[in-house]
């Protein structure tokens, strides 16, 4: 990166094409990792195809050609650690392991998904795999993250938090306090920036006047690591570093991963008539930087994959997505209970 | 065995019983190692339990409420303190928008166990940000639970039963009240799910309903009228959401007259709660007056002293109010 936060190539599409380097890197978990980013596209062009088909009510953030940074991220969590999310979490909780079914019960308004058909899309939960919640106001889930990072220092348990949000997420007040805070506090935390140039239609450049958000980890005398985030490895890689970092208690750790989002802002739309700086050439050439066919090549030009494994797991990722669906469909709905119950943990107002 | 204390110590022992108590217990906020702005309420926490769990903070209302949010989603008993309502502003997304919600958000899977402490600091010319008392709006809120406690005891037992409960938590005490004294048994949990409203006096001419520095000035209004042999019943709603109104209607129901004394402002406010939820409850000419609200005038607080005055609801004014009622 050049010192005045600009991306420079990081941020061409014509650049970074290339495979994903995977020396040195473990064969298995590598095709593990793909197997994963798999099952995320898919699941989302599902999904898309169900908003599309009007078998989903709420809206869908969806999250195509991002999938390598959850990947990568989730590669250096344990079970124990606290993870939150935003409205495009989907990745996300997948990465960490969550049911297929549930999630897609969850944004069909089940009782049988993720928040008991209680959130949607937008408002995720999945604890026992590390994932404390998903939210949709922008920036909401900065200090809570920072808050678990701290319980975990004060419970001595070695465990980070993790958050996950965009590029116009920095934009709010409480990203600038929650940054100072947790630096003060020492809070092990890792704030993970997908700084996917846009913020609903609007390209960065119309909102910020440099492209780098590491710059406020800089200002906050946080490490920060920047990197192409549609490379598994590399994102992985970093995470590592800020992650070993953190967990010692020498404070937040600050990753931001460069990436493009497919689709618009909600739903499957490409959003090319009402972005602004986006077009449908963009999308395209986007296309040609996707982050799981430059780790399919990776994989083969190290001679540890072919087209023959890949048809067969596509296959197999296909089928476990049409099973997920298909139960999620015949699933119950909450009953009407359910309205009130859950206001107050301990259960509803007793009138 | 009874113990001596002021509302503020009261406070100050709450904070100490869980801190020695509870591991899980930490306390963070903006001049909590300060008496300026926490009054003798947290004298000396920082030095009896350390730093790290009693956090003063940088100058970040959102982010130490958000903080404690997500301590509480990871099994810590957060106490977060607002040395004045009017900061607190700055933290409405992460009272409002998910500690309030996020059990329902989530399916009643979770639910962040924090208490947010928020002081009403008002007088002294202050004026219209340093002055205000919002619990109104905040008791509007499904999902958080407001408690304003009026009382010595209530400070000490219903801070302890706010942080032990399980859901979100805004606590609101009145520094005008941190001189009342009175002399406690010792302290026993308690569930904040079953506290309801308190009758502090028994009467049948008039039912007096108040919360926080109010009550003071009901009870207060209570003696003035027991010496002119008239009988009020005080009530002290103590916990404001939920809100329990049925202690209320039975009053009423009795008296038939009915006078809510609030701190806050009449527009939309609790006072204005208070009157449907007995209207709706009770039967039909129940009432032998029309209910009447004291509270603020609707505009923000003054600095000038003379206006001052004039703005916060007086004794004579209140006595005059209860009299005109039992005409």
Same mark, same amino acid.
């Given at each position: 990166?050049?010192?005045?936060?600009?991306?420079?190539?990081?941020?061409?599409?014509?650049?970074?094409?290339?495979?994903?380097?995977?020396?040195?890197?473990?064969?298995?978990?590598?095709?593990?990792?793909?197997?994963?980013?798999?099952?995320?596209?898919?699941?989302?062009?599902?999904?898309?195809?169900?908003?599309?088909?009007?078998?989903?009510?709420?809206?869908?953030?969806?999250?195509?050609?991002?999938?390598?940074?959850?990947?990568?991220?989730?590669?250096?969590?344990?079970?124990?650690?606290?993870?939150?999310?935003?409205?495009?979490?989907?990745?996300?909780?997948?990465?960490?392991?969550?049911?297929?079914?549930?999630?897609?019960?969850?944004?069909?308004?089940?009782?049988?998904?993720?928040?008991?058909?209680?959130?949607?899309?937008?408002?995720?939960?999945? #604890?026992?795999?590390?994932?404390?919640?998903?939210?949709?106001?922008?920036?909401?889930?900065?200090?809570?993250?920072?808050?678990?990072?701290?319980?975990?220092?004060? #419970?001595?348990?070695?465990?980070?938090?993790?958050?996950?949000?965009?590029?116009?997420?920095?934009?709010?007040?409480?990203?600038?306090?929650?940054?100072?805070?947790?630096?003060?506090?020492?809070?092990?935390? $890792?704030?993970?920036?997908?700084?996917?140039?846009?913020?609903?239609?609007?390209?960065?450049?119309?909102?910020?006047?440099?492209?780098?958000?590491?710059?406020?980890?800089?200002?906050?005398?946080?490490?920060?690591?920047?990197?192409?985030?549609?490379?598994?490895?590399?994102?992985?890689?970093?995470?590592? +570093?800020?992650?070993?970092?953190?967990?010692?208690?020498?404070?937040?750790?600050? $990753?931001?991963?460069?990436?493009?989002?497919?689709?618009?802002?909600?739903?499957?739309?490409?959003?090319?008539?009402?972005?602004?700086?986006?077009?449908? !050439? !963009?999308?395209?050439?986007?296309?040609?930087?996707?982050?799981?066919?430059?780790?399919?090549?990776?994989?083969?030009?190290?001679?540890?994959?072919?087209?023959?494994?890949? +048809?067969?797991?596509?296959?197999?990722?296909? +089928?476990?997505?049409?099973?997920?669906?298909?139960?999620?469909?015949?699933?119950?709905?909450?009953?009407?209970?359910?309205?009130?119950?859950?206001?107050?943990?301990?259960?509803? +107002?007793?009138? | 065995?009874?113990?001596?204390?002021?509302?503020?110590?009261?406070?100050?022992?709450?904070?100490?019983?869980?801190?020695?108590?509870?591991? =899980?217990?930490?306390?963070?906020?903006?001049?909590?190692?300060?008496?300026?702005?926490?009054?003798?309420?947290?004298?000396?926490?920082?030095?009896?339990?350390?730093?790290?769990?009693?956090?003063?903070?940088?100058?970040?209302?959102?982010?130490?409420?958000?903080?404690?949010?997500?301590?509480?989603?990871?099994?810590?008993?957060?106490?977060?303190?607002?040395?004045?309502?009017?900061?607190?502003?700055?933290?409405?997304?992460?009272?409002?928008?998910?500690?309030?919600?996020?059990?329902?958000?989530?399916?009643?899977?979770?639910? *962040?166990?924090?208490?947010?402490?928020?002081?009403?600091?008002?007088?002294?010319?202050?004026? %219209?940000?340093?002055?205000?008392?919002?619990?109104?709006?905040? %008791?509007?809120?499904?999902?958080?639970?407001?408690?304003? *406690?009026?009382?010595? /005891? =209530?400070?000490?037992?219903?801070?302890? /039963?706010?942080?032990?409960?399980?859901?979100?938590?805004?606590?609101?005490?009145?520094?005008?009240?941190?001189?009342?004294? =009175?002399?406690?048994?010792?302290?026993?949990?308690?569930?904040?799910?079953?506290?309801?409203?308190?009758?502090?006096?028994?009467?049948?001419?008039?039912?007096?309903?108040?919360?926080?520095?109010?009550?003071?000035?009901?009870?207060?209004?209570?003696?003035?009228?027991?010496?002119?042999?008239?009988?009020?019943?005080?009530? =002290?709603?103590?916990?404001?959401?939920?809100?329990?109104?049925?202690?209320?209607?039975?009053?009423?129901?009795?008296?038939?007259?009915?006078?809510?004394?609030?701190?806050?402002?009449?527009?939309?406010?609790?006072?204005?709660?208070?009157?449907?939820?007995?209207?709706?409850?009770?039967?039909?000419? %129940?009432?032998?007056?029309?209910?009447?609200?004291?509270?603020?005038?609707? /505009?923000?607080? *003054?600095?000038?002293?003379?206006?001052?005055? /004039?703005?916060? *609801?007086?004794?004579?004014?209140?006595?005059?109010?209860?009299?005109?009622?039992?005409?």
């Amino acid at each position: 990166m050049n010192n005045d936060w600009s991306f420079g190539s990081l941020a061409d599409p014509l650049q970074h094409q290339q495979p994903v380097n995977v020396e040195g890197q473990n064969a298995t978990v590598l095709i593990r990792q793909l197997e994963m980013m798999l099952r995320i596209r898919m699941a989302e062009r599902c999904l898309a195809n169900g908003k599309r088909d009007g078998l989903i009510g709420g809206p869908v953030h969806l999250g195509v050609g991002q999938e390598a940074i959850a990947v990568g991220v989730a590669a250096e969590l344990r079970k124990t650690d606290r993870v939150f999310g935003t409205h495009r979490s989907h990745a996300h909780v997948l990465s960490l392991g969550a049911d297929l079914r549930r999630l897609f019960s969850e944004i069909l308004g089940r009782d049988t998904g993720l928040s008991r058909g209680m959130g949607g899309s937008m408002h995720l939960w999945d #604890q026992q795999n590390g994932f404390y919640g998903s939210v949709p106001i922008v920036s909401a889930t900065i200090p809570l993250a920072v808050g678990a990072a701290l319980a975990a220092k004060l #419970q001595c348990s070695g465990d980070i938090g993790v958050v996950y949000f965009g590029d116009g997420a920095v934009e709010e007040g409480v990203f600038h306090e929650s940054l100072n805070l947790a630096r003060m506090l020492k809070a092990p935390v $890792l704030f993970v920036v997908e700084n996917n140039l846009f913020a609903s239609h609007m390209h960065i450049s119309l909102r910020q006047p440099k492209e780098a958000t590491s710059r406020f980890a800089a200002a906050n005398d946080i490490p920060y690591v920047l990197v192409d985030g549609n490379d598994v490895v590399q994102v992985r890689l970093a995470a590592a +570093k800020l992650i070993v970092a953190a967990r010692t208690c020498n404070g937040p750790g600050f $990753l931001e991963a460069v990436t493009y989002r497919w689709y618009g802002h909600v739903d499957w739309r490409e959003d090319i008539d009402v972005g602004v700086n986006r077009s449908i !050439d !963009d999308v395209t050439l986007w296309h040609k930087r996707d982050p799981i066919a430059r780790l399919i090549a990776g994989l083969e030009g190290a001679g540890l994959f072919d087209l023959e494994r890949l +048809k067969e797991m596509e296959h197999k990722v296909a +089928k476990e997505i049409e099973v997920a669906w298909n139960m999620a469909m015949s699933d119950p709905f909450p009953t009407p209970l359910a309205l009130i119950s859950r206001v107050y943990a301990e259960g509803g +107002k007793s009138e | 065995m009874l113990t001596h204390y002021n509302y503020g110590t009261a406070m100050l022992a709450a904070f100490g019983y869980l801190l020695e108590k509870y591991p =899980d217990v930490f306390v963070i906020g903006q001049g909590v190692w300060s008496p300026w702005y926490v009054g003798n309420s947290m004298t000396n926490l920082e030095k009896r339990f350390g730093v790290d769990r009693v956090i003063d903070t940088p100058v970040a209302e959102s982010a130490c409420t958000g903080v404690a949010v997500g301590a509480a989603l990871a099994g810590m008993k957060p106490i977060v303190v607002h040395p004045r309502m009017d900061f607190m502003l700055y933290a409405m997304d992460a009272i409002v928008n998910q500690a309030a919600k996020w059990s329902h958000m989530m399916g009643g899977q979770s639910s *962040p166990g924090l208490t947010i402490r928020s002081i009403i600091n008002r007088g002294g010319e202050q004026g %219209a940000q340093h002055s205000q008392a919002l619990h109104a709006w905040f %008791a509007h809120v499904p999902g958080l639970r407001v408690v304003m *406690p009026a009382t010595v /005891a =209530d400070a000490r037992d219903l801070l302890i /039963a706010s942080v032990l409960c399980p859901s979100p938590v805004l606590f609101i005490d009145d520094r005008w009240l941190y001189a009342l004294e =009175d002399d406690l048994p010792p302290i026993i949990e308690r569930d904040l799910s079953l506290e309801r409203p308190l009758c502090l006096t028994k009467g049948a001419d008039i039912t007096i309903v108040a919360s926080g520095y109010s009550t003071q000035l009901a009870l207060d209004t209570a003696k003035e009228l027991a010496l002119q042999e008239m009988n009020a019943e005080v009530i =002290d709603l103590r916990v404001l959401n939920p809100f329990y109104p049925e202690l209320i209607a039975e009053s009423v129901a009795k008296t038939g007259r009915l006078l809510v004394i609030d701190g806050g402002w009449k527009s939309c406010g609790m006072a204005g709660e208070v009157i449907a939820s007995v209207t709706e409850r009770v039967p039909v000419g %129940a009432f032998r007056k029309p209910p009447v609200r004291v509270t603020l005038p609707d /505009a923000p607080a *003054p600095t000038s002293v003379v206006l001052e005055t /004039a703005y916060y *609801p007086s004794n004579d004014l209140i006595l005059k109010t209860a009299k005109d009622l039992l005409k």
